[in-house]
T-cell receptor, first 114, second 114 residues
Framework: AQSVAQPEDQVNVAEGNPLTVKCTYS??????LFWYVQYPNRGLQFLLK??????LVKGSYGFEAEFNKSQTSFHLKKPSALVSDSALYFC????????????FGQGTELSVKP | DGGITQSPKYLFRKEGQNVTLSCEQN?????MYWYRQDPGQGLRLIYY???????QKGDIAEGYSVSREKKESFPLTVTSAQKNPTAFYLC?????????????FGAGSRLTVL
């Protein structure tokens, strides 16, 4: 069965420090991987995706993610966190032959303190 | 600006009542989706539609119904058969079902059963 795991319910970071939000996946075939962000009482916004090619993917708002096939991971990173980055982050995956269906992780609450 | 409009933003329902959540998009997207969001559980797919007059059940379709009479509209009805309908409901769309497509989300509708 295809699945996505975000092992941390919450990540706390001081402003200016680097941040990492972890994601691991299990899927048949080559995965298509996505990160979305959600601000309170809003819909999700797309941050970045990995389809193929370079393992380091750059996205919106200074975020990047590293695809690691051997560890089946796709961790989200940012070199210097901002208070405005505080939100709920979702990792998602599409496996082979899944069409448009996206499997989401349970989400990680990121809190950036001044 | 193109986007997805969901209404109402907040909805209260008495037990035993059906309610319908509206979703309208002006992105000219072929595919539309309904997700349910519960705290700590990520997003779960209720129904999706690839084209007008066609839709498929997602992972948690029981107690829900949809229609797709127009390309722009994909309303979701939460029926009295849904045992625990209190949740945040998100509508989304993509140009088609290609794996690389990114979901565009509406702002969501929060349903509370009294």
């Amino acid at each position: 069965a295809q699945s996505v795991a975000q092992p941390e319910d919450q990540v706390n970071v001081a402003e200016g420090n680097p941040l990492t939000v972890k994601c691991t996946y299990s899927v048949s075939g080559n995965p298509y991987l996505f990160w979305y962000v959600q601000y309170p009482n809003r819909g999700l916004q797309f941050l970045l995706k990995y389809i193929t090619g370079d393992n380091l993917v750059k996205g919106s708002y200074g975020f990047e993610a590293e695809f690691n096939k051997s560890q089946t991971s796709f961790h989200l990173k940012k070199p210097s966190a901002l208070v405005s980055d505080s939100a709920l982050y979702f990792c998602a995956v599409k496996g082979y032959n899944q069409g448009g269906k996206l499997i989401f992780g349970q989400g990680t609450e990121l809190s950036v303190k001044p | 600006d193109g986007g997805i409009t969901q209404s109402p933003k907040y909805l209260f329902r008495k037990e035993g009542q059906n309610v319908t959540l509206s979703c309208e998009q002006n992105l000219n997207h072929d595919a539309m989706y309904w997700y349910r969001q519960d705290p700590g559980q990520g997003l779960r797919l209720i129904y999706y539609s690839q084209i007008v007059n066609d839709f498929q059940k997602g992972d948690i379709a029981e107690g829900y119904s949809v229609s797709r009479e127009k390309k722009e509209s994909f309303p979701l009805t939460v029926t009295s058969a849904q045992k625990n309908p209190t949740a945040f409901y998100l509508c989304a769309s993509t140009p088609g079902l290609a794996r690389a497509n990114v979901l565009t989300f509406g702002a969501g509708s929060r349903l509370t059963v009294l």
